[in-house]
Antibody, heavy 120, light 113 residues
């Protein structure tokens, strides 16, 4: 079955970076795009960006441009999301989610989420 | 960016009764070339990731009970739970995937009365 398994919770200090992984299984890794979405405590869902695992192209949310980087390793079917210059407002649960065809498609499978806490 | 606005923010419904959630987009999410509404609904239970319920505004995802249904077109959409069950307690989000950035409604919390 389709699975997206994310790395564990992180605690970071302001100004640091965090790198979250999302390992895919149960389907052809390069056939589906991966989106990242974050959810601050008690808040809604915010789209962060998308990566095409086949060719590695990315598209990021405007407000995160310059701070977010998404990469992939096709040998391990893993996608990574790195967020730098962390501030307290970045404290959130980060999710990876699969979509069949780029930006204009719904998310049919989600990772379990990774809590990132930014605190001094 | 397309703004998605849900109503109400929360609702309490008796077991077996109907629950209705509305979602309005700031611009149409109907793509004229294929006549599809780029609108999805997700259910999020406490401590869990969102789960896809409905896509293309009215297509039920495989395995989703038929008490869940989606309707609407253009800018106005509705998620209906025809007979609320205890396991339906959750927050429900609508999402537009018509344009980037994809955006979500603020969520509607459904509880048992």
């Amino acid at each position: 079955q389709v699975q997206l398994v994310q790395s564990g919770a992180e605690v970071k200090k302001p100004g640091a970076s965090v790198k979250v992984s999302c390992k895919a299984s149960g389907y052809t890794f390069t056939s589906y795009y991966i989106h990242w979405v974050r959810q601050a405590p008690g808040q809604g869902l915010e789209w962060m960006g998308i990566i095409n695992p086949g060719i590695g192209t990315t598209n990021y949310a405007q407000k995160l441009q310059g701070r977010v980087t998404m990469t992939r390793d096709t040998s391990t079917s893993t996608v990574y999301m790195e967020l730098s210059s962390l501030r307290s407002e970045d404290t959130a649960v980060f999710y990876c989610a699969r979509a069949y065809s780029g930006s204009n498609y719904f998310f049919d499978s989600w990772g379990q989420g990774t809590l990132v806490t930014v605190s001094s | 960016d397309i703004v998605m606005t849900q109503s109400p923010d929360s609702l309490a419904v008796s077991l077996g009764e109907r629950a209705t959630i509305n979602c309005k987009s700031s611009q149409s999410v109907l793509y004229s070339s294929n006549n599809k509404n780029y609108l999805a609904w997700y259910q999020q239970k406490a401590g869990q990731p969102p789960k896809l319920l409905i896509y293309w505004a009215s297509t039920r995802e495989s395995g989703v009970p038929d008490r869940f249904s989606g309707s609407g077109s253009g800018t106005d959409f509705t998620l209906t739970i025809s007979s609320l069950q205890a396991e339906d307690v959750a927050i429900y989000f609508c999402q537009q995937y018509y344009s980037t950035p994809q955006t979500f409604g603020q969520g509607t919390k459904v509880e048992i009365k």
